[in-house]
């Protein structure tokens, strides 16, 4: 059984850079048969799809944040991580990992991480 | 973005009585080549990860209840609960993975009434 916890800071200041990994436990990232994404969820709030990313790593991100996200995987440790610059307030929220097939729903989430940015 | 709007925002349904979730996309997510909608429901309980119900608008995710099904093709799609359970209170989600980016519906209470 696949699953996904995510881990990092809860508590970032605005303008820093966010650093989330993702580490998979049950399979192999590198199986090639899935997408790994991020997405985010605001307090009380709908779901954001941040981006994904392929165990080759080739990534694929949302338009209304690519210019401040990175996303890279380590399939030594089995890990893939997200990256999130020049922080503000906006970018509290719950951020999960998930696992996709290639156009398809997600199947698998992790658990969440809260991170609150505020100085 | 192809927008997804759910309706209502909350309901409140008795034990045992059926509650209708909508979902309408603001275009097709109906891939003609292979007659598929993608789109998929989510329910997401308090202090949880959202949890996939439904996949190509219709088919149950294994271990999901069969009081859940979801229906509907093109832009216009249903999730159905058919005899509320005290377990099934939660918000429930579209999604469409017809495009990248992928995208939500706002999300649809559902309470005991």
């Known amino acids: 059984q696949v699953q996904l916890q995510e881990s990092g800071p809860g508590l970032v200041k605005p303008s820093q850079t966010l650093s989330l990994i993702c580490s998979v436990s049950?399979?192999?990232?590198?199986?090639?048969?899935?997408?790994w994404s991020w997405i985010r969820q605001h307090p009380g709030k709908g779901l954001e799809w941040i981006g994904y990313?392929?165990?080759?790593?080739?990534?694929h991100y949302n338009p209304s944040l690519t210019s401040r996200v990175t996303m890279l995987v380590d399939t030594s440790r089995n890990q893939f991580s997200l990256h999130l610059r020049s922080l503000t307030a906006a970018d509290t929220a719950v951020y999960y990992c998930?696992?996709?097939?290639?156009?398809?729903?997600?199947?698998?989430w992790g658990q969440g991480t809260m991170v609150t940015v505020s100085s | 973005d192809i927008v997804m709007t759910q309706s209502p925002d909350s309901l409140a349904v008795s034990l045992g009585e059926r509650a209708t979730i909508n979902c309408k996309s603001s275009?097709?997510?109906?891939?003609?080549?292979?007659?598929?909608?993608?789109l998929a429901w989510y329910q997401q309980k308090p202090g949880q990860p959202p949890k996939l119900l439904i996949y190509?608008?219709?088919t149950r995710e294994s271990g999901v209840p069969d009081r859940f099904s979801g229906s509907g093709s093109g832009t216009d799609f249903t999730l159905t609960i058919t005899s509320l359970q005290a377990e099934d209170v939660a918000v429930y989600y579209c999604?469409?993975?017809?495009?990248?980016?992928?995208?939500f519906g706002q999300g649809t209470e559902v309470e005991i009434k």
């Open positions: 998930a696992r996709h097939s290639s156009s398809s729903a997600f199947n698998i």
């Open positions: 049950g399979g192999s990232l590198s199986s090639g048969t899935y997408h």
């Open positions: 990313i392929y165990y080759s790593g080739s990534t």
């Open positions: 275009q097709s997510v109906l891939y003609s080549s292979s007659n598929k909608n993608y």
């Open positions: 190509w608008a219709s």
């Open positions: 999604q469409q993975y017809y495009s990248t980016p992928p995208t």
